[in-house]
């Protein structure tokens, strides 16, 4: 064979074994493997992974995945997102090379999920069409634009005192049992005919607590927009931390596709607890109650991440409803001040009020929403404008009435209308008001139609006012609920359907059926 032609065919054969080579690596994975020295309370130890990322998942031998969460010369700690049974030391762990997940699809919707998109309500298993890294950036403010749409909780105190917006950040904050949970559901319920989908995560909560919750927004026909993830207390700390990281993906990913969004985190208590544990195990320095330093970061990544995307961006929004639970009057503790420091505004919730019966039990006085009116249709910014004003001067006036001094009769007159526009604001569990629904009472209220009622039979004289609503004129709620105006045409027709109640309830004479009560209310 000439010279030439060997050379050119050695040529040829290297270049093929090369090209085989290339072919061959690129089958083969390479894996980071390590060693677990020490395992317990769902974190492990691991020596080895030389390569390891912060968030980097691995996998154990039983099947069980952890996430990287502290890195150190010698060894890393993972955190388990399972059970820890039949994982020991000595056990070889897989470096993975990917980063968290949630599954994400059409199928969202009516779900029962725990943390990892993995079902618990018994059905099908997930069909994920795409899947999103739990830890995202927030949106970038040239994408954003400021909170101008209302997002109706259907509670007549929250709506008229301090309204929130869709893609804002209100935090609803109160003691045990004050009704928090009660005015999240109420809110879903509210969005059965607005279009916004809604994510509730309940972190830590007792399973009995967020059955009953499921159970609620079944029967109401809720959870034809709902997708609730729960961690339960029995659950790796792991799991509650993702929890709120799990549901804001979610929501994201609704709101990205079009749809107006609303994640609800019961609670971040919680929440701060379960990743002050991980904190801990990972033997990360303490700091203001036991608190590690970072936990406020932890939440404002969480809640930045809400927001108003403009038209160029696609015009959906994302709102935050966190719940914090507080300790009997340590509304300054640590974890309150920081998320009231981080949202657009705080709900607070009175156990006082609570009490009393009082219910929703909203402290007007330390209650505020930094959006305001803007969050206000005009209607309702016309009738609740001096509402919070009035509701504040009587509750200060009726402090200095306990102590039994003597009152002028313009203070008594203050006191007594204080308290028909607080019974006006009553409102039970589980019954979201319609726009129109809220303006008819709250317009009464407003204008001294209720002035004459004895107190305790505000509510009743509202039921009769409602349904004399629905029956005659039902096409206000639906032109309210379309246009969110109050003409001086539907304004008229709302006085004169008042009036028709206040001669109803009353008689033309003063003396009709339902008088001697009315009488001795007062």
């Given amino acids: 064979m000439p ?23 690129a089958e083969v994975r390479f894996h980071d493997v390590g060693t677990v020295q020490k395992i317990g309370s769902g974190v492990a130890t691991i020596s080895g992974l030389p390569n390891a990322r912060m968030d980097e998942l691995v996998t154990f031998p039983t099947g069980i995945q952890g996430m990287i969460l502290d890195l150190d010369r010698e060894h890393v700690n993972a955190v388990l997102l399972g059970a820890t049974e039949g994982i020991q030391g000595g056990d070889l762990v897989t470096a993975t090379g990917h980063r968290l997940r949630v599954p994400l699809g059409p199928w969202l919707l009516g779900r029962v999920l725990n943390p990892l998109g993995q079902p618990l309500d018994g059905r099908r298993p997930v069909e994920a069409s795409d899947a999103r890294y739990v830890e995202q950036g ?3 403010i040239v994408d954003r634009e400021p909170v101008h749409e209302p997002l109706y909780t259907g509670l007549k105190a929250i709506d008229a005192l301090v309204p929130i917006g869709r893609g804002q950040r209100e935090l609803i904050v109160g003691e045990r049992k004050t009704g928090k949970t009660t005015i999240a559901v109420d809110t879903i319920l509210s969005q059965r005919s607005s279009g916004v989908r809604c994510i509730y995560v309940a972190i830590g909560q007792k399973k009995s607590s967020t059955l009953e919750v499921i159970e609620i927004l079944r029967q109401q026909g809720a959870m034809d927009y709902t997708t609730v993830i729960v961690a339960s207390p029995d659950d790796p700390p792991a799991l509650r931390y993702l929890a709120p990281f799990s549901g804001c993906t979610i929501a994201e990913f609704l709101m990205e596709d079009g749809a107006d969004t609303l994640v609800i985190y019961d609670d971040l208590t919680k929440h701060a607890d379960a990743y ?6 990972l033997r990360r320095p303490p700091g203001r109650e036991a608190y590690p330093s970072d936990i406020f970061y932890l939440h404002a990544r969480l809640l930045e991440r809400a927001c108003k995307l403009n038209a160029e961006a696609g015009g959906a929004s994302l709102t935050a409803l966190p719940i914090v639970e507080i300790q009997p009057g340590s509304l300054a503790a640590y974890i309150p001040t920081n998320l009231i420091s981080i949202t657009d505004g705080q709900i607070v919730l009175s156990t006082d009020l609570f009490n009393l019966d009082v219910k929703p039990a909203v402290d007007v006085g330390l209650s505020v929403s930094r959006v305001g009116g803007a969050a206000q249709t005009s209607a309702m910014r016309e009738i609740a404008g001096d509402l919070r004003l009035e509701l504040s001067q009587y509750e200060e006036v009726a402090r200095f009435a306990r102590f039994g001094t003597d009152l002028d009769p313009a203070t008594q007159r203050q006191i007594q209308r204080g308290q028909h526009l607080q019974a006006a604001l009553k409102q039970p569990a589980h019954r979201p008001l319609r726009l129109a629904q809220q303006l008819v009472i709250l317009l009464a209220a407003a204008e001294g139609s209720l002035d004459d009622v004895p107190v305790e039979r505000v509510p009743a004289f509202e039921r009769e006012l409602q349904r004399r609503l629905e029956s005659d004129h039902p096409e206000l709620i639906v032109q309210l609920d379309r ?6 045409e539907m304004r008229a027709r709302f006085g004169e359907l008042i009036e028709a109640q206040q001669q109803t309830w009353f008689g033309d004479s003063g003396l009709g059926e339902n008088n001697s009560g009315r009488s001795n209310g007062r």
């Fill in 483 to 488: 246009t969110g105006e109050l003409t001086d």
């Fill in 3 to 25: 010279e030439r032609d060997l050379h050119a065919h050695v040529s040829a054969l290297l270049e093929t074994l090369r090209q085989q080579a290339r072919e061959l690596v």
């Fill in 276 to 281: 002050r544990e991980l904190s801990l195990l």
């Fill in 138 to 140: 927030a949106p970038m």
